[in-house]
């Protein structure tokens, strides 16, 4: 691996970058390296391991026990991209993506990068997007409040600085990370006064056509094991239907509904978590098309069966693609790398296939029983669509609930780009990742659509916020001299 720590340290243009140092972007990375492309890996985060393995080679909790087996298995990943010859840009920000007019169309992109304070435009023949999950927004009352964070937020400061929660802490929401969360805090010895389980029953019933496959599947193990360390000490409540945060100035207590009954809970910490969704604002901001798959119940980018885009040369990987885990994610960056270098003329389809087909079987295995999952823990239509008015879902903009279904419904809105133009949802400095998924839905619920019909935000570069100093010190081009001049 080649270490670059400043932006003059860039070339000017690479065969292939990579987005993001999770486990589909360094197998990708590391996988195309081995077959001589010449790579660039970029990432925001100071140290390679995306979310999942995030600090893998440094964090300073050294029980293996704490953060569990899985987790370690990161290391091997790391070290494989360690081995290989491509180049990595730690802390280093992508925040737009363009057509290089420098070749003919389709023949390479311009991206824009910063690192250490200093912007620059670079060339890239391919780029792979491996950028992974986000937490799908869980806007409750009360949520802004000091105290609130969301579960992948908690696991952030436990993998990357040995930190817990003081106090009592809540952890409320559906889906397996809530009890890998649970374990993983107690055994680092978090108070867990309470897991908080938002699952709506009915999901079982819609669920029960792929149980089948899940028993015969990776998961089912894994899910019990992690289910039983986490019931074995901690107090599980299910059948939560609604949620509220309470306090003045800073979070004091949650408010719990089940059913008719409400009952509150005193806590320091509450740690909310809805599952994951993929992170599409840079396809969607390349041009990519995207598609709203039903299953997961979120928008994922159209890919052909190698993880090509919509955009000649811009492939998807890992769960940026759909939701599939750290497995799958390692292996569809390794079929992404394949097809690159395919592109790149690195070698035939007959080998590429060749190689793939061995992925391709280990892959398959990998999501046998997803679907399981995937509509077990779909969240209830009221946390994907708060029902109280006064809950802000744009957090940047501090747009509440009320005012989007109040503009849907009274002045017609029909889709998030408009309504960005009557409130600056999606405005911000997270162009809309947290409030997105939540205004298509109130935008959906407010006019009897669905969110396909809906649609999502048409987002643009920059994509991550980036100084306008950085911006005016980029080199001129000739053309650009020319249209001030003129």
Request: with cysteine; proline share 6%; net charge positive.
């Amino acid at each position: 691996m080649k270490a670059v720590t400043a932006i003059d340290q860039l070339a000017e243009s690479y065969d292939l970058v990579v987005v993001g140092a999770g486990p589909a972007g360094l197998s990708a990375a590391a996988r195309a390296a081995e077959l001589g492309v010449n790579v660039l890996l970029v990432d925001e985060n100071p140290a390679p391991g995306g979310q999942i393995y995030r600090a893998v080679t440094m964090t300073p909790v050294t029980d293996r026990n704490v953060l569990g087996t899985d987790y370690w298995r990161g290391a091997e990943i790391v070290a494989r991209f360690e081995r290989s010859q491509a180049s990595y840009a730690g802390s280093c920000t992508l925040w737009s993506i363009g057509p290089d007019a420098a070749v003919p169309e389709g023949g390479g992109f311009e991206i824009g990068l910063s690192l250490d304070g200093r912007a620059r435009l670079i060339g890239a023949r391919q780029l792979i997007l491996a950028t992974g999950a986000q937490e799908r927004p869980f806007p409750i009352p009360g949520w802004t409040l000091p105290g609130v964070m969301t579960a992948g937020a908690a696991q952030i400061a436990l993998k990357s600085a040995a930190i817990v929660p003081a106090g009592r802490t809540v952890i409320a929401g559906c889906g397996p990370l809530l009890y890998l969360l649970a374990g993983q805090l107690a055994a680092a010895g978090a108070e867990i006064v309470a897991v908080l389980d938002t699952t709506p029953r009915s999901n079982w019933l819609k669920a029960a056509a792929a149980l089948p496959n899940f028993l015969r599947s990776p998961y089912l193990a894994k899910g019990l094991r992690l289910m039983a360390k986490a019931r074995r000490s901690l107090r599980f409540v299910g059948g939560v239907t609604g949620l509220a945060a309470e306090g003045a100035g800073k979070l004091a207590a949650v408010r719990v509904e089940r059913g008719g009954s409400i009952t509150t809970i005193a806590c320091d910490t509450l740690l909310l978590h809805q599952g994951v969704i993929p992170g599409v604002n840079l396809s969607n901001a390349a041009g990519c098309a995207h598609d709203f798959d039903t299953v997961q119940h979120c928008w994922v980018p159209r890919l052909d069966d190698w993880l090509t885009s919509s955009v000649p040369g811009i492939a998807v990987a890992g769960d940026g693609a759909g939701i599939g885990g750290a497995e799958s994610a390692a292996l569809r960056g390794e079929v992404a790398a394949l097809s690159a270098a395919h592109r790149l003329g690195r070698f035939d389809a007959r080998e590429r296939d060749r190689e793939a087909e061995p992925l391709r079987a280990k892959l398959v295995r990998a999501l046998h029983g997803r679907r399981f999952l995937d509509l077990l823990y779909r969240p209830a239509p009221q946390f994907l669509a708060p029902r109280q008015d006064e809950t802000i879902i744009c957090r940047c903009e501090e747009v509440t609930a009320g005012q989007v279904r109040d503009t849907a419904t009274r002045l017609g809105v029909t889709g998030p780009n408009q309504m960005k133009a009557f409130l600056r949802c999606g405005m911000g400095p997270c162009q809309g990742r947290l409030c997105g998924p939540t205004v298509v839905e109130l935008i959906a619920e407010a006019n009897g659509t669905t969110p396909a019909e809906v649609g999502y935000y048409r987002l643009r570069p920059p994509v991550k916020p980036v100084t306008l100093a950085e911006l005016a010190a980029l080199p001129q081009s000739e053309a650009a001299v020319k249209a001030v001049v003129r």
